[in-house]
């Protein structure tokens, strides 16, 4: 990697505006920026692309794709883990959180099983220098699953822990209000018959009743003892959020309804949603549509959950859209409002002194396509 790069004629997307400019990288930072092209031969000329902050990415499932590709089909992990890193970065994604899951409601599943092996493949390839993405964790704890606390609290000291969600997917309620969407999604998904579907209602709802409450407790307690990050999930109803708010979280991941997404803004909690239900144009569960969030001014930070494609692409849907959103407005949701959820002062944004996380992407018929992926100024796609 040269001492030093320049970035020329592109369109910088910063934290408050657009323009044409140059960056000077330097030590896998930005050193300078400058309005308008370079006139220094060495100077790259990227022929006037949007030029943004690398991504990040708070929360995905990416990775268990590629552990498990097909139903009862375990790949190798180091593989998988990098298979997973190749798409992430394609997608411009230079931070990602991995959400590893504990508490398994599959009940043909055996992701509990998967976890050490996950967890070790993460780290020793991202200590190896494999990983072209700087990859952390994220711990989703489904609340009414039996070990969950216990699990929870062999994993939490793991170095790259730096992000906690709560959760609870039992029917009836936050995500799955209607039973019918509850039996709909997890039939599909886990090939059930009527009667097992019957039974993994019962079950569900009764650890719920028995595991759910205190486990979140323990868990948000001991996440604030560690100075962790800790998102609720699915709040639906202020009652929700007021108890998300007590215990101290402070980003809100897919409220359910608008009434959530208010009082979460209104708590000082982040509001994240999924980059897809914009491409989508809606929830697949029937909740509130994130491009509604987005124009009652209630939407801060976008995520990627199972399609990494999505997250640049919605940015720019929403910059396209009639909401209060430019294009500078919407980056922010995937570059620098996550960053700062997590705790990430030194990226996410084009400024002096950040880290040269950086993705050059064209617009085509406003489909943005990566052309060019950097972090700390060292080319990576």
């Not at 062999?154 to 709560?166: F, M, W």
């Not at 999930?233 to 108890?243: I, Q, S």
């Not at 491009?291 to 976008?302: K, P, R, T």
Request: aromatic share 4%; with cysteine; glycine share 6%.
């Amino acid at each position: 990697m040269p001492a030093e790069q320049i970035l020329s004629n592109a369109r910088l997307v910063t934290a408050d505006r657009m323009f044409l400019g140059t960056l000077v990288l330097r030590d896998g930072l930005i050193a300078d920026i400058a309005e308008g092209p370079s006139r220094l031969p060495q100077a790259q000329d990227l022929n006037g692309d949007f030029l943004l902050p690398g991504l990040i990415e708070l929360h995905t499932d990416n990775l268990e794709k590629h552990m498990t590709p097909r139903p009862g089909v375990d790949w190798p992990s180091t593989s998988a883990v990098l298979s997973h890193d190749a798409q992430i970065i394609a997608a411009g994604i230079t931070t990602v959180f991995d959400a590893v899951s504990i508490g398994d409601v599959n009940p043909k599943g055996n992701r509990m099983q998967k976890l050490p092996a996950m967890l070790e493949a993460i780290s020793s390839a991202s200590s190896a220098g494999l990983t072209r993405a700087e990859h952390r964790l994220h711990l989703r704890c489904e609340l009414c699953h039996p070990d969950t606390l216990s699990v929870f609290r062999d994993l939490v000291q793991h170095p790259l822990v730096q992000l906690v969600s709560l959760m609870d997917h039992s029917p009836g309620q936050r995500q799955f209000v209607l039973e019918s969407k509850y039996r709909e999604y997890y039939m599909g998904k886990y090939h059930l018959t009527t009667t097992q579907m019957d039974e993994f209602v019962v079950l569900q709802m009764a650890n719920s009743r028995e595991y759910s409450t205190r486990h979140r407790a323990a868990i948000a307690e001991h996440c604030l003892a560690l100075g962790l990050s800790v998102a609720s999930h699915d709040d639906a109803t202020l009652a929700h959020v007021e108890e998300s708010a007590r215990y101290g979280m402070t980003i809100a991941e897919f409220p359910t309804t608008l009434e959530a997404a208010r009082g979460s803004q209104q708590q000082g909690m982040k509001v994240l949603m999924g980059a897809p239900n914009i491409v989508r144009g809606g929830s697949h569960s029937g909740n509130v549509a994130a491009a509604e969030l987005a124009a009652e001014g209630l939407l801060d930070i976008l995520s990627s959950d199972y399609y990494p494609a999505s997250l640049l692409q919605a940015a720019f849907l929403l910059a396209a859209q009639d909401t209060p959103c430019d294009l500078a407005q919407a980056v922010r949701m995937v570059t620098q409002a996550p960053a700062r959820a997590a705790g990430l002062n030194d990226r996410g944004e084009i400024a002096s002194g950040l880290r040269a996380d950086l993705v050059q992407a064209r617009s085509q018929d406003g489909l943005p396509v990566v052309q060019q992926v950097w972090r700390q100024a060292k080319r990576v796609f």
